[in-house]
């Protein structure tokens, strides 16, 4: 396993990290689940990645238990809030209030001191910038995390926090979690990848298979009866794939071949490519899963291949 630097952050995250949404502590097993984590600690994974709304909770109390007996300062820990918890009106955003509560839920349901990487989950255009800010800034001045982030916020919203940080002389956020894939490059376009290189942070990207689409399972168009597109509880975004995007998907077996690689080895490969890219979230349902998405394969794409994948999945389609 490699590790990056989080952006101009001093912390260093494996290049694949394992995600807990739609999966631990619901749509998996415990014990698949925990076979899923051992295998991923076995293989160098240092960064584990969660949110409080992932089922309410039971995804950071799942990897809480099943982590207690790894040595704190070998994991790097990232949870969100932002989504509601219950029926409470304050139970949800990114006021003062809950991201006060919220943080000190998910400790306990991490059972741990200390999150390394806590993210507003989303932009809350009610409330002011400053106050979010000076929140996160508390809550690294007091200890309870060490780095704050955001995931899903648009350029302008990434830029205006890194400015609001400078001018309150705080603590700036480090990370943005978006979606981004092969099939998935809207970060491109919309600029929120500028942004990052520019603000000095890091991306840590989810669904880089797009829901298991990249892994070529989908081909034809039809769904299996073990895949995510055919699980209520893990189906997530994905309630069908066209028969036209798996045709392109299957058109990207050729430059996997070439590089003795499976087709998700080369949409991880093709994602550390990129810039500003630190980490790859994966979610796994089965160690197997984990192996091969984890496995070193020396795969550095040539500019034919880049040229190639462009033209099955042009940045131009994801506005």
Not at 45 to 57: I, K, Q
Not at 199 to 221: D, E, F, H
Not at 298 to 317: C, M
Request: net charge neutral; with cysteine.
């Amino acid at each position: 396993m490699n590790y990056r630097r989080l952006g101009t952050a001093g912390i260093r995250l494996s290049e694949v990290g394992l995600g807990s949404w739609l999966t631990y502590g619901y749509g998996v097993s415990d014990d698949a689940a925990r076979a899923c984590v051992r295998r991923a600690l076995d293989l160098g994974v240092n960064f584990f990645d969660t949110a409080d709304a992932y089922h309410r909770g039971a995804a950071e109390e799942f990897l809480g238990r099943e982590l207690r007996a790894v040595r704190r300062r070998d994991l790097v820990i990232a949870t969100k809030c932002f989504f509601p918890m219950s029926q409470n009106v304050n139970d949800c955003g990114l006021s003062r209030k809950h991201i006060w509560e919220s943080v000190h839920d998910s400790l306990k349901r991490l059972h741990t001191d200390y999150i390394d990487l806590y993210q507003c989950h989303r932009y809350d255009p009610d409330v002011e910038l400053p106050e979010v800010v000076r929140a996160m800034d508390d809550l690294v001045r007091q200890g309870k995390i060490l780095y704050w982030g955001v995931s899903e916020w648009s350029a302008d919203q990434i830029r205006a926090a890194c400015q609001c940080a400078r001018a309150m002389n705080a603590a700036p956020p480090v990370s943005n979690q978006p979606e981004y894939s092969i099939a998935a490059r809207r970060v491109e376009t919309n600029g929120v990848q500028r942004a990052c290189l520019e603000c000095g942070m890091g991306m840590v990207v989810w669904s880089p298979l797009k829901q298991g689409v990249l892994t070529g399972k989908y081909s034809g168009g039809k769904i299996p009866r073990d895949s995510r597109a055919a699980s209520r509880e893990m189906s997530g975004f994905l309630r069908h794939v066209e028969r036209e995007l798996a045709d392109r998907v299957d058109k990207l077996r050729p430059i996997a071949d070439r590089h003795g690689a499976t087709l998700p080895q080369l949409a991880i490969a093709w994602l550390l490519q990129r810039e500003a890219v630190t980490s790859v979230i994966i979610g796994a349902t089965r160690p197997e899963q984990v192996d091969e998405n984890c496995r070193e394969v020396p795969v550095v794409l040539s500019e034919e291949d880049l040229a190639e994948i462009d033209s099955l999945f042009p940045a131009s389609e994801y506005p």
